[in-house]
């Protein structure tokens, strides 16, 4: 069997609201769950060009003590030619308790400090981005202040 490549489809940079974010712990639950809301964002790469469309969506993090963050984020994107795109962003970022303590703070971090990677899914009306439902993808992630980059990689 032919070996399996990644070949970089397009970038992300997702903003988010300014102000405090939703957290709290669940009944007996040992995690804490969180939200944050989308202001917007920018899409950018060889394959796929556009914007994340305000106020389309969030992420919904199941944060543990362990520094392991488990991501659940749906949310809009805009082709630059107007076809929406339905993301379903899914990853898990790990990072030593006090560096995600500076993350949550909103200090950048150095990408040697975290382990950030997703697996998105995409739906997307037939036409020139119906690719997007018919490939895999895989991608890594990189908070930056209010701001998160990604960057995702099409499995060849």
Not at 11 to 30: E, K, M, N, W, Y
Not at 62 to 80: C, K, N, P, Q, V
């Amino acid at each position: 069997m032919q070996k399996p490549g990644l070949e970089l489809a397009f970038s992300v940079r997702l903003d988010f609201h300014d102000g405090p974010r939703t957290r709290f712990t669940p009944g007996p639950a040992s995690f804490t769950r969180g939200f944050v809301g989308l202001a917007g964002g920018v899409v950018e790469g060889p394959r796929l060009a556009g914007k994340v469309v305000p106020n389309s969506g969030g992420d919904w993090p199941r944060m543990w003590a362990s520094g392991l963050i488990e991501f659940e984020a749906h949310y809009m994107l805009e082709a630059d030619d107007g076809t929406p795109i339905y993301i379903h962003n899914r990853g898990l970022a790990w990072s030593p308790p006090e560096v995600l303590a500076r993350v949550e703070a909103g200090e950048t971090v150095g990408p040697e400090e975290t382990y950030c990677r997703i697996t998105p899914r995409f739906e997307a009306p037939a036409g020139p981005h119906d690719w997007l439902c018919r490939t895999i993808f895989v991608g890594t992630a990189e908070r930056r202040g209010a701001s998160t980059f990604f960057d995702y990689y099409a499995v060849t």
